[in-house]
T-cell receptor, first 118, second 113 residues
């Protein structure tokens, strides 16, 4: 099956610093990736759509200057949390959209990154 | 209110028993996805349904889509401890080939040996 990796799996940082999270599709190309945020015991909240070769589109209420997204290649998207604060602490998960021949359109998720801001 | 409601929120079953989890949308479904998550980990893709009446099975898990009712069900037969986890349904309610999904709040399943 399709594999998506995330790095790092967890990170602890001081308030005010920036943190970069990578999302890679390992065995397929993904023109579209998505970034989600998940709070403890809650569902996933879509933050933004990452498009290869163009600007990301953000969901309502998500600050684009706070959460910088770069889709550098067909297999890599990065999310940078700038000037992180404790309220940014969360579980961040990416997904990569796989569109195969025959019309199958599925999203595969990475293992997530646990961010803790002190 | 949630656009995608899952029920029940949690479930405890004895090993070997069957169970069903439901996912109901308040909007038209253009695609319905089922995932499994262990707490603090990523989502494992189980199945995707697109057409009304569609039914898919993988090992002991079967998912069905009732397009008219805007509802999907996930059925596990003869549950095992390895089935324990959080089951999430994700739905494309936008269409237009955006790929955007919204998720239900999840159903936590415990299987007692």
């Amino acid at each position: 099956g399709a594999v998506v990796s995330q790095h790092p799996s967890w990170v602890i940082c001081k308030s005010g610093t920036s943190v970069k999270i990578e999302c890679r599709s390992l065995d397929f190309q993904a023109t579209t990736m998505f970034w989600y945020r998940q709070f403890p015991k809650q569902s996933l909240m879509l933050m933004a759509t990452s498009n290869e070769g163009s600007k990301a589109t953000y969901e309502q209420g998500v600050e684009k200057d706070k959460f910088l997204i770069n889709h550098a290649s067909l297999t890599l998207s990065t999310l940078t949390v700038t000037s992180a604060h404790p309220e940014d602490s969360s579980f961040y998960i990416c997904s990569a959209r796989a569109q195969f021949r025959g019309g199958t359109d599925t999203q595969y998720f990475g293992p997530g990154t646990r961010l803790t801001v002190l | 209110s949630q656009e995608l409601e899952q029920s029940p929120q949690s479930l405890i079953v004895q090993e070997g028993k069957n169970l069903t989890i439901n996912c109901t949308s308040s909007k038209t479904l253009y695609g319905l996805y089922w995932y499994k998550q262990k707490y603090g980990e990523g989502l494992i893709f189980l199945m995707m349904l697109q057409k009304g009446g569609e039914e898919k099975s993988h090992e002991k898990i079967t998912a069905k889509l009732d397009e008219k009712k805007q509802q999907s069900s996930l059925h596990i037969t003869a549950s095992q401890p390895s089935h324990a986890g959080i089951y999430l349904c994700g739905a494309d309610i936008v269409g237009s080939n955006t790929g955007k999904l919204i998720f239900g709040q999840g159903t936590t399943l415990q299987v007692k040996p």
